[in-house]
């Protein structure tokens, strides 16, 4: 028996995505017209399901790109959307707006390369993102017990929930590819003995996309 469940929708394509910035809190301006199209294909899917099943819930993050995603979703299903602050993703301190290129380079790697160095100055460490990130999601579970969940979020927000449920450790240096506009769902199970255990339903699932959601 499914007890609780958790559907997480990655924002569509964003303009810093195109431009190859660093898309912080500062300098966020959104979804591009595709990534608005792929959201909708993504809610027309999702809008079915809830027509058989309802989702109780809809979440998103507070970055612009992910209310954007998170309102298309809410017109679709007919649900109010709660921004959660605890959805956002890493603080990119002074990387905010600068090209990923010229900070890869310094940083030499992405955030993950070094997990427990910031990326630039007043950012995250990556450790320390996904240790805030699972903490936030935790206490999501616990609030919505039992029931259907769906949250527009980053990618790393999707890494961080397989961190959780797959209690992986902080030595962990695998990653999980996430598309634009891609579903990953989680779900507690119950067995007639009493005993629990998450299980991934899917991962990166574009099922939905089709040639209509590809750049």
Avoid at 105 to 129: E, I, K, L, M, V
């Amino acid at each position: 028996m499914i007890v609780t469940e958790l559907t997480f929708v990655r924002h569509g394509q964003a303009h810093c995505n195109v431009a190859g910035i660093v898309g912080g809190p500062k300098t966020c301006t959104g979804l591009t017209d595709l990534g608005r199209r792929q959201i909708a294909l993504a809610a027309r899917r999702l809008a079915a399901e809830h027509a058989q099943v309802p989702f109780h819930t809809l979440y998103a993050g507070p970055r612009l790109r992910l209310r954007q995603a998170g309102q298309l979703l809410a017109d679709a299903l007919g649900l109010p959307l709660i921004v959660e602050p605890g959805l956002d993703g890493p603080n990119h301190g002074d990387a905010d707006g600068q090209p990923w290129h010229v900070i890869k380079t310094a940083f030499h790697g992405g955030p993950h390369t070094h997990p427990d160095r910031p990326w630039a100055s007043g950012s995250d460490t990556w450790n320390g993102y996904l240790q805030r990130a699972r903490t936030a999601l935790a206490g999501l579970v616990q609030h919505h017990s039992g029931q259907r969940v769906l949250l527009a979020v980053h990618g790393e927000t999707v890494w961080a929930a397989h961190g959780l449920f797959l209690e992986l450790g902080p030595e962990v240096r695998a990653g999980f590819a996430v598309d634009h506009a891609s579903l990953t769902r989680w779900q507690l199970h119950r067995n007639r003995f009493g005993q629990q255990q998450w299980l991934l339903d899917r991962h990166n699932d574009t099922a939905h996309l089709g040639d209509r959601g590809q750049p």
